[in-house]
């Protein structure tokens, strides 16, 4: 019981993590991807902040008088990624964007198709 | 009573990651991950962590969401129809949860102070920093001082993506290759 | 027309709030939760809600996109500029001691510069990605 306490949080964490990495994998849509790749982000920030957490402590913001204060590496290191995945999601949208421009779809599926016609296509013409 | 908040707000953050798996109607997408983004900045605060929530609150449901809807309205809501079936992603998936889980079982337990990561540096940053900063927020001491190379870069990071942004998006568009492709 | 009067008047009345609330998260980071990112999200937060309410062209006058464009790098040169005049007054890059008289204000003033280059670098690019984003012009 002891050890199921202490480690449900990661074992949430890891099943998070691998909806998200099944939504990567599995769909086709390139902006559902991003969606996923965004979740899958966020559960390994959920991972890192509660690796640093102490029960019975309080946030990293020094009081007067003697207190236990939970981890504050671990938030610095999470304020840094968080906005490294928005800076990496923009982009990929941007990319998104382009792609949609340029093929008419962002389905990836149709994509294949489109390029594999104008392989066939291609050597035709001598 | 933290502990029935931290269960209750994971049990919410996992349904709404398996809604977001299974909706096709994609403006619902973005805004679930929206609502996913607020649930784990409530998990941050729980976990002792405010500035850590304060960001992800306000980057994950507000520049996320907008720049997302704005993406969709450019590009097409709505996801086709699965065609193949999906055994080897979803293959893949349960052996790579398998194996995280099994490398969860030697962490040492949650909460626990006499934790690995709570021993080397951070004591020293806590015990020094009200000598030789004297700032009362430790993380944005460590950010901004002991850590500041990585803050530099972070920054660099950030103008790099938006430069990024900036020459893909601005310029003028041309005919797409699909239309050009039938026309021939 | 009659159904935005609200989200127009309550747009009007909430975002000196928002960019008066950026400020104060900016500047109490030192002393409470905070610092630049969260502050320069939050500003960009404050001209992409008026651009929701009030439409691109209208933000666009308000705040021209070159002033975005320009904050992006300006923001850069201001962290490595703090290390740069720490270079210049003989310690090694981005050691905070020497740029005032003694150690502890030094790193006062060190952070100062360094939180307001990360907050406009942050304004700069999430506004300029905005832009850029909402005005592509749709497929036609």
């Known amino acids: 019981m002891e050890f199921f306490l202490g480690h449900y949080n990661y074992w949430v ?32 920030f959920i991972f890192y902040i509660s690796l640093g957490k102490i029960r019975g402590g309080t946030a990293p913001v ?19 990624a968080i906005v490294v995945a928005i800076a990496t999601t923009a982009l990929g949208l941007a990319i998104v964007v382009r792609i949609n421009e340029a093929y008419g779809t962002v389905d990836e599926e149709e994509i294949d198709a489109i390029e594999r016609a104008e392989e066939v296509g291609a050597p035709e013409p001598h | 009573m933290t502990d029935l908040v931290d269960v209750a707000l994971l ?15 994609l403006f619902a997408v973005v805004i679930l991950s929206g609502i996913y983004s607020l649930l784990s900045a409530g998990l941050f605060v729980t976990m002792d962590a405010p500035d850590v929530a304060f960001t992800e609150s306000a980057v994950g449901v507000g520049v996320a969401t907008v720049l997302m809807l704005g993406a969709l309205t450019l590009v097409g809501h709505e996801e086709k129809k699965p065609t193949r079936t999906r055994i080897l992603p979803l293959a893949v998936v349960v052996v790579t949860g398998a194996v995280l889980i099994y490398g969860t079982l030697d962490l040492p337990p949650f909460g626990d102070p006499g934790n690995p990561i709570h021993q080397h540096v951070v004591p020293r940053y806590l015990e020094q920093m009200p000598e030789e900063i004297e700032v009362d927020n430790v993380v944005s ?16 990071v950030i103008f790099t993506a938006g430069l990024g942004v900036l020459l893909l998006l601005s310029g003028i568009r041309r005919r797409s290759r699909g239309k050009e492709g039938a026309a021939e | 027309m009659s159904h935005n009067i609200i989200l127009r008047i309550a747009t009007k009345v909430v975002v000196p709030f928002i960019l008066i609330f950026a400020l104060y998260v900016q500047f109490h980071g030192d002393y409470g939760p905070g610092g630049g990112f969260q502050a320069g999200v939050i500003l960009a937060a404050g001209f992409v809600l008026y651009a929701l309410v009030y439409g691109l062209e209208n933000v666009k006058r308000v705040l021209p996109p070159s002033i975005p464009f320009a904050c992006m790098a300006i923001g850069v040169l201001l962290y490595s500029g703090t290390g740069v005049v720490a270079i210049l007054n003989g310690a090694t890059f981005l050691d ?13 003033r060190g952070i100062l510069w360094v939180e307001l280059g990360v907050i406009t670098t942050v304004f700069g690019t999430m506004v ?3 832009y850029a984003v909402a005005g592509r012009r749709g497929v036609e």
């Open chain 1, 62 to 80: 020094l009081v007067d008088e003697p207190v236990l204060y939970s981890n504050p590496l671990t938030s610095v290191l999470i304020l840094t």
């Open chain 2, 11 to 25: 049990a919410l953050l996992a349904l709404t990651g398996i809604s977001l798996l299974v909706l096709r109607n």
């Open chain 3, 128 to 130: 300029s990605i905005f």
């Open chain 3, 96 to 108: 905070y001691d020497v740029l005032a008289s003694d150690a502890i204000h030094g790193q006062h």
């Open chain 1, 13 to 44: 964490v890891v099943f998070l993590m691998m909806l998200g990495f099944y939504v990567v994998v599995s769909r086709s849509h390139m902006v559902k991807v991003l969606v996923g790749l965004t979740v899958f982000q966020t559960s390994v």
């Open chain 2, 141 to 156: 001491a460590v950010l901004a001082s002991y850590r500041g190379y990585d803050t530099m870069g972070e920054t660099t």
